[in-house]
């Protein structure tokens, strides 16, 4: 990320014209970098400070028109003064399971490694909706692959390496299912107090809150109430059968 005005003052001023400037994770932009883009997407230009002190003078210098693309999972952290400039805004949904079963095998041809629309299906139903995770567990069934299997990755071998990684059918790791079960068995599906849990567990609240949460309550298995987390009451003889093979007091 910058964190010095000049370098996207830099950036800026190297662009041709129409060029495609993309900013990843933009709410993380310092406010001072951020000014400077204010009167580029505006009126194409970049304000820069030449000398020091009391003899220091602003110059206005001409850049090439271009095309800014910024994306954020926190969009609420972005000032109201930069997110105003963009002429579009968009939300971009999770992605089925078979767009990301394409998208694994276009990757795995670059890993050169071989497999079958069936196991890239297996993976890509447990990626969470997010290339970026099924890319990382095509790397990792590569690996499993290349050991156990000749490089060649079967549903079988897949799955095994799935159960290896501690995922389940629907993404869960071992993590999130340990936070389910905590909940089932010491509170009956809650509502239960963050620290409460993240001591259970063995983990702190904001690794729970930033990295867990969201998933589980996307999924439904987890709401927030001003008691605390529980899991809804619909989900919870479903998700004690599932995971503990027993019923609830509820079921």
Known sequence: MMERTGDLVAILSSLDRHDILFIDEIHR??????EVLYAAMEHF???VIIGQGAGAKSVSLPIHPFTLVGATTKSGMISAPLRSRFGITERLDFYEPEALRDIILQ?????????????????????RGTPRIAKKILRRVRDFAQVHNNNNATPEIVQQALDFLGLDQEGLSTIDVLLLQK???NFNGGPVGLETLASMIGE???????????????????????????????????????FLGQKTLLS
């Not at 932009?29 to 951020?34: A, G, H, R």
């Not at 690794?207 to 919870?236: A, D, M, S």
């Open 183 to 185: 909940m089932i068995v």
């Open 107 to 127: 990757n795995a041809a670059l890993l050169q490694i071989r497999i079958s629309p069936e196991s890239a299906l297996l993976m890509g139903a447990c990626s």
């Open 204 to 242: 702190d609240a904001d690794t729970i809150e930033t990295v867990y949460e969201p998933y589980l309550l996307r999924l439904g298995y987890l709401e927030k109430t001003p008691r605390g987390r529980q899991i809804p009451h619909k989900k919870l003889p479903i998700l004690t059968q599932r």
């Open 29 to 34: 932009m310092p406010t001072n970098v951020e």
């Open 45 to 47: 230009r970049v304000d």
